[in-house]
Each structure stands twice: as C-alpha cells, then as structure tokens.
Nanobody, 119 residues
Framework: QVQLVDSGGGSVQAGGSLRLSCAIY????????MGWYRQGPGKQREMVAS?????RISYADSVKGRTFISRDNAKVYLQMDTVKPEDTAVYYC???????????????WGQGTPVTVSS
C-alpha cells in the first residue's frame, strides 16, 4: 500500500519562505513523477511543481523563479521563497507515473498541509 505524508505548512509572512516535505511509503516503480499541487480558497486544485525520476522538472508560471522542487529517494521537497498572500492554500503532495509505466495512470495524494501567507 502506498501512502504519502506531507508536512511543513503553517503561517508565514509575505516575503518569507516556506519548505514543505513529503515522505512516500510503500514499494513503487522507480520511474515516477513526484509533485506538489495546491488549492486556494474558492479555487481549483493546481499543479505547483513536479519532478520526474532523472530530474525533469516543471513549475507553474505563478511560482517560477522563486520555487525549487527536489527529491531524495522516497521524499520530495518544495522550497518557496518570496511568498505572497496568493500562495495561501492547502498544499498536497502527489505521486504519478508516466505513460508506459505498469502503474500508469495511478495517482496518489498526501493528506494536505495548509499554508497561510499574511501581508
């Protein structure tokens, strides 16, 4: 059974930084895509950043240049600098598998960690 446990959310002032962590438990194929999504108040869930095995990275335009995603074995991290009030959201860790993987299109989610950015 695969389980994602994300952590690191909380309150931060605008202009500050946040760092989120996610631990992935269970045996999974080595070729996978780890990422972070967020859902702000009254908004749809959106992709923030993703990183595939081998290092292919994608960022949402809204966070590009101030966000860094990294992974280490079964953990994925999100570092966001110069945070803004519009970054306020519940952040979810995500695990997916690329087309061609025997686990495609399975999709796993963490429980979510809330982030509040105050101005």
């Amino acid at each position: 059974q695969v389980q994602l446990v994300d952590s690191g959310g909380g309150s931060v002032q605008a202009g500050g930084s946040l760092r989120l962590s996610c631990a992935i438990y269970g045996s999974i194929p080595s070729d996978n895509i780890m990422g972070w999504y967020r859902q702000g108040p009254g908004k749809q869930r959106e992709m923030v950043a993703s990183i595939r095995t081998g290092g292919r990275i994608s960022y949402a335009d809204s966070v590009k240049g101030r966000t860094f995603i990294s992974r280490d074995n079964a953990k994925v991290y999100l570092q966001m600098d110069t945070v803004k009030p519009e970054d306020t959201a519940v952040y979810y860790c995500n695990l997916q598998f690329p087309p061609g993987s025997i686990w495609y299109p399975r999709n796993y989610w963490g429980q979510g960690t809330p982030v509040t950015v105050s101005s």
